[in-house]
Nanobody, 112 residues
Framework: QVQLVESGGGLVQPGGSLRLSCAAS????????ASWYRQAPGKERELVAT????????NYADSVKGRFTISRDNSKNTVYLQMNNLKPEDTAVYFC?????WGQGTQVTVSS
């Protein structure tokens, strides 16, 4: 049974940091590209960052370049999103997407 379990969301002040995790099980994690998406209220889901299977170039949305870093640990079947210098406009539900599977989402709220 495939499972993607996200964690690490929460409430943070502008300029703060959070690290999201997405733990995968039930499939060969290392064989798939992994991505983080986000969806803010009233907006469409958007791609935030993507990391290939092994090595290769990561890709980021222009809005998060220089602030967010995607990484993966294939030994732990986990993909991460380190988010620094958070802004109110980063407020959204963040989802991991691996292969054809979605996580349940984790809420990130940036507010003073």
């Amino acid at each position: 049974q495939v499972q993607l379990v996200e964690s690490g969301g929460g409430l943070v002040q502008p300029g703060g940091s959070l690290r999201l995790s997405c733990a995968a099980s039930g499939f060969t994690f290392s064989s798939y590209r992994a991505s983080w998406y986000r969806q803010a209220p009233g907006k469409e889901r958007e791609l935030v960052a993507t990391i290939p299977t092994i090595g290769g170039k990561t890709n980021y949305a222009d809005s998060v370049k220089g602030r967010f870093t995607i990484s993966r640990d294939n030994s732990k079947n986990t993909v991460y999103l380190q988010m620094n210098n958070l802004k109110p406009e980063d407020t959204a539900v963040y989802f991991c997407f691996i292969g054809v599977w979605w996580g349940q989402g984790t809420q990130v709220t940036v507010s003073s």
